[in-house]
């Protein structure tokens, strides 16, 4: 589907008023809405990084996939890496999801996404409260962000380097109130130094998607649900590359053929899935839990190698 959108304009107070929203200091005072359903309660804010690892893709659609199908409605911002793959997991699977703007209803950004942004709105909704017609900039997205928030019963920040606009929308829940939740990243990768500061400053981590059963609105959908979604746990010995004769062991015959086959110069996920004979799904899943075992890191591009040597000299993995 792809075309014109269908847009409603929403008065502050109006009988479909998200009520949400007026949890706000400033709440907006109107909004541009494009598609069949409104923000619903409760619902989960997946937010994160835009140049997102390939690890944190497959979490963020892995866990947006989970919350569509316990019914719960997906929040993000369309943007660029997390949110785009929470957006698609929950679309995946038959759910409805709700992406905030930072630009007119009428201005597709990043222009990428159109086809996205049509998925979103024929089953969900897509809003702003910027006037049809505004360009995107810079300072609007942490404008958004407070929406996001608001519309929102939890956050969850997959990835977040130190930076990131996904942090303002967890400084925005917090100042009202919701619940903030953060998925624990290798100590190694700066696009997890946010997300890790998060969980420091008191966030609740995130290792499942049963953990969003903490929160007294979530709980019946998740409890009821059949979830996927779950982080490997895995020793620290094997997290750092196992024996020192032997990097990585302990880790399951799959995770080490992938290991070896990344090797110490970067490589696109495309020539290591054709070396391995994979499919890409599959190996997005491997790769994520070594990135999370801080085995692997993307770097430039996309593309995949092994994590630097730690001090004193031995090799991460």
Not at 24 to 53: F, H, I, Q, S
Not at 117 to 124: C, F, V
Not at 185 to 212: C, Q
């Amino acid at each position: 589907m792809s075309g014109e959108l269908t847009v409603r304009h929403l008065a502050r107070h109006a009988p479909d008023w998200p009520e949400q929203l007026d949890h706000l200091d400033l709440p907006p005072p109107a909004l541009w809405a494009a598609g069949p359903r409104l923000p619903a309660w409760p619902a989960v804010a997946v937010v994160g990084a835009r140049d997102a690892t390939v690890g944190g893709l497959e979490i963020a659609r892995r866990l947006g996939g989970d919350l569509a199908a316990a019914g719960i409605p997906v929040i993000s911002g369309m943007a660029l890496g997390i949110d785009a793959a929470a957006h698609r997991g929950a679309l995946d699977a038959g759910g409805h999801t709700v992406a905030v703007l930072g630009c007119g209803i009428d201005v597709c950004y990043p222009s990428r996404h159109r086809d996205l942004r049509d998925r979103i709105a024929a089953t969900g909704s897509v809003l702003t409260e910027e006037p049809p017609g505004t360009p995107p900039a810079g300072w609007r997205f942490p404008r958004r962000n407070r929406i996001i928030a608001a519309l929102a019963t939890a956050v969850v920040v997959v990835e977040a380097g130190q930076r990131s606009g996904a942090l303002s929308t967890a400084r925005h829940a917090a100042d009202l109130g919701r619940e903030i939740f953060a998925v624990p990243g290798s100590p190694l990768s700066d696009r997890s130094a946010g997300a890790n500061e998060l969980l420091r400053d008191g966030a609740t981590p995130l290792l499942e998607t049963a953990d969003l059963a903490a929160v007294s609105a979530l709980q019946p959908a998740v409890d009821a649900a059949r979830t996927r979604f779950r982080l490997t746990s895995l020793s620290v010995a094997t997290a750092y590359g196992g024996s020192r004769g032997h990097p990585g062991s302990g880790l399951t015959p799959e995770l080490a053929t992938v290991l070896r086959t990344v090797g110490h110069h970067a490589v696109h996920p495309d020539e290591l899935a054709a070396a391995l004979q994979l499919a890409p799904q599959p190996l997005a899943a491997r790769l994520a839990e070594l990135e999370l075992a801080g085995l692997v890191r993307t770097v430039g591009g996309g593309l995949v190698t092994r994590s630097p040597a730690r001090p004193g000299g031995r090799a991460v993995g």
